[in-house]
């Protein structure tokens, strides 16, 4: 897909979440703590969200002591987010080609995005281009092999797929991610499940409930997503 009919795509997709509330969800918090303690940035560490849309971690990190840029590709999304966190540099512009000078972020964040980007390889090859050479990468994404996908793929015989941006996404299980983030040039330090689900309309609350309760007995490589981090190698 083309650029300017991607950025389309992404603006209308924000579009349907401006209204949503300006606050963040005491859940996606929580998801915010495991996070960036999983990095224990230090205060005041430069920090590049990459693909920020409308600021969420932004506005976290920034409350965490943290000096905050971000990117996207949604204009859109990136008035929304300097509107959120004013104190925040944030550019439009590709993952594949970040607007931002090499070795110049102690910590680089990409969120449930990397999937979402035509080129993740040359995504990630940036992301270690903008780190200090001290730099770590911490990149979230949507495991293939979650149980839930397999199982409405088993039932539905559909793709997997979360929170409407089919038009753009392909999925990996954890070593893909592994080999794409190596492929790009990063050294693969750890990475971490995460099978803690909040925010889905595909499924009941009672199912998510369920899954939320048995998650821990889910073998590693059926998590739901993972967070790898990753340093310039
Ligand atoms: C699922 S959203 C995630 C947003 C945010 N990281 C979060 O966790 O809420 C995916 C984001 O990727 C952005 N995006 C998609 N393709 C991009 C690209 N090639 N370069 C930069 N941003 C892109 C979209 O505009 C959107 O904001």
Redesign the pocket.
């Known amino acids: 897909m083309r650029r300017e009919d991607?950025q389309l795509r992404?603006n209308e997709w924000?579009r349907q979440r401006l209204g949503e509330a300006p606050d963040i969800d005491p859940r996606q918090l929580a998801f915010f703590d495991w996070l960036l303690d999983l990095v224990h940035p230090a205060p005041s560490a430069d920090l590049l969200?990459?693909?920020?849309?409308q600021g969420?971690?932004l506005s976290y990190a920034a409350g965490r002591g943290l000096r905050v840029s971000g990117?996207?590709?949604?204009d859109l999304?990136v008035e929304a987010a300097r509107r959120r966190v004013p104190a925040a540099e944030v550019r439009v512009?590709?993952?594949?080609s970040l607007p931002f000078e090499a070795d110049s972020f102690d910590l680089v964040s990409c969120?449930?995005?990397l999937e979402?980007?035509?080129d993740p390889v040359a995504s990630a090859r940036e992301m270690q281009r903008v780190l200090k050479p001290s730099g770590e990468a911490l990149i979230f994404v949507p495991n293939l092999f979650f149980l839930g996908h397999i199982w409405f793929g088993l039932r539905r015989g559909t793709q997997p797929t979360e929170?409407g941006?089919s038009f753009?996404e392909v999925y990996r299980s954890s070593e893909g991610w592994r080999d794409l983030l190596v492929q790009a040039g990063l050294t693969v330090r750890e990475f971490h499940p995460w099978n803690h689900i909040y925010a889905t309309n595909r499924v009941s609350p009672a199912a998510t409930r369920f899954w939320n309760l048995v998650s821990r007995a889910v073998p590693r490589n059926g998590a739901y997503a993972f967070a790898f981090i990753c340093t310039r190698g």
């Open positions: 991607l992404y924000h969200d990459v693909a920020c849309g969420e971690f990117v996207d590709l949604s999304a512009g590709e993952a594949e969120l449930g995005s979402h980007f035509p929170g941006q753009s």
